[in-house]
């Protein structure tokens, strides 16, 4: 088991750092979608570093819905399963606005389609709704989504999980993913764990 980060440690975490988890088995079917790199680490989730009081938690969009948890809960888990690495924004302007932005978002359902203007959301889908420059204008823009592997072919994983929902797979569809956000260059990667 990992060891959670001392209290000085934590410190050195900021309000409004992200926090990626990545895996080369968690996650998989979205870090094989997103990441066609084979040099670049399979992340497959995306939360937000917030102090309330003297506590840091991970503000994340999960199974249970948008939720506070415990930054050291947080912490085991991501590297339980592979590692986490904290990403700081080069410019931090609109940090306090953005978390201010997230935490409106707290209590809504997690959104298993990843499909943007619904009540539900996403990891990503939290990051990129949030997040906002000194003047107020969105940080990460919308991409094309990718359900496919490095040779262009759709997963099964994603065809078998649009299929139980009668969908096809939304191939193209305008979204966000945490690979995309890890690697703008609004991101600076300051820890890996």
Partial sequence: MACALGVNAQQQVLEGDL?????STAGRAISDATVHDSTALPIYHVAIA???GDKLYALE???EGVVLTPYDKFQERSTSKGGMLIGRLRDRD???????NAMEHLGKPY???YMIDTQEIYCSELVQLSFVNGKGQRLFPLINMSFHDA???ILDYWREHYAKRGMAVPEGALGTNPAQI??????EIIKQQ
């Fill in 111 to 113: 959104d298993d389609l």
């Fill in 182 to 187: 890890a690697n703008d260059p609004a991101v």
């Fill in 61 to 63: 969009a999960i199974d």
């Fill in 19 to 23: 926090l990626f988890a990545y895996s």
């Fill in 50 to 52: 917030t102090w309330i």
């Fill in 151 to 153: 040779h262009g072919r």
């Fill in 94 to 100: 609109g940090v306090d606005q953005s978390v201010s």
